[in-house]
């Protein structure tokens, strides 16, 4: 199993990044798909989290308006479009893949997450 993202780096605020996580190794389809962050000093918190169709998103408060997950089944790939971003968006990235049976977790695997830098 492996989840790889990219797209990170530093830019300005106001600015925009395109995170992707590319996945293999496991039936993405029928996965959950999810975005973390954590910010140095901080635990980790939920930012946006896709259902395995694609027919439900969430998004955390801090974020609404500014980023947009998508998924591409076909490629197996989730992205994270980030908009108007702020330095307080400033963090490690981590791509989350989760399923479930009967509405247990079941399995669980994140990537090795990409550094997102907002500053002048």
């Known amino acids: 199993v492996q989840l790889v993202e990219s797209g990170g780096g530093l830019v300005q605020p106001g600015g925009s990044l395109r995170l992707s996580c590319a996945a293999s190794?496991?039936?993405?389809?029928?996965?959950?798909l999810s975005w973390y962050r954590q910010a140095p000093g901080k635990e980790r918190e939920l930012v946006a989290t896709?259902?395995?169709?694609?027919?439900?998103?969430n998004y955390a408060d801090s974020v609404k308006g500014r980023f947009t997950i998508s998924r591409d089944n076909a490629k197996n790939t989730v992205y994270l479009q980030m908009n108007s971003l702020k330095p307080g968006d400033t963090a490690v990235y981590y791509c989350?893949?989760?399923?479930?049976?009967?509405?247990?977790?079941?399995?669980?695997?994140w990537g090795q997450g990409t550094q997102v830098t907002v500053s002048s």
């Open positions: 989350n893949a989760k399923d479930y049976y009967y509405y247990t977790l079941r399995n669980d695997y």
């Open positions: 190794g496991f039936t993405f389809g029928s996965y959950e």
């Open positions: 896709i259902t395995g169709a694609g027919g439900r998103k």
